[in-house]
C-alpha cells in the first residue's frame, strides 16, 4: 500500500469487503444527539472538537500523571436548536438534567 504524505490517505485497500476509494468513503465525526422535548424530533449536533498543541498535551499529560494525551477534545455546544420546531434548549450531559417531578 503506498501511503502519501496527505492526510487523507486511505488506512486499508478494502472496508467491510467494498474496494475502497476517494469517491465512496466519507470521514464520520462523533455527534451528539438528542429528542426534542418540544416537537419530539431526533436531532444530531456536530461535536465541539479541540486539538491541543503538543505543549498542551504535554502539561495536560503532566497534571493527569501520565504520559502525554494525544487527540482532541470533544464536547457538545452549550446550546442546540431543534432542526424542526426551531426551538433552544442548553444542552446538558446526560444523567445531569435534575427531573423535579420525581
Ligand atoms: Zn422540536
Not at 486539538?51 to 502525554?68: I, K, N
Not at 436548536?81 to 417531578?101: H, R, S, W, Y
Request: with cysteine; aromatic share 6%.
Amino acid at each position: 500500500m503506498e501511503v502519501g504524505s496527505s492526510a487523507n490517505h486511505l488506512a486499508a485497500d478494502y472496508c467491510g469487503g467494498m474496494p475502497v476509494s476517494p469517491e465512496n468513503t466519507v470521514e464520520v465525526r462523533l455527534a451528539f444527539a438528542f429528542d426534542c422535548p418540544n416537537c419530539g424530533a431526533e436531532n444530531f449536533v456536530r461535536s465541539v472538537m479541540h486539538e491541543f498543541s503538543p505543549d498542551e498535551q504535554r502539561e495536560m499529560g503532566e497534571d493527569l500523571g501520565e504520559r502525554p494525551q494525544t487527540g482532541a477534545w470533544i464536547t457538545h455546544p452549550e446550546q442546540v436548536v431543534c432542526g424542526q420546531c426551531k426551538a433552544e434548549f442548553k444542552a446538558l450531559n446526560p444523567g445531569e438534567l435534575v427531573d423535579e417531578k420525581s
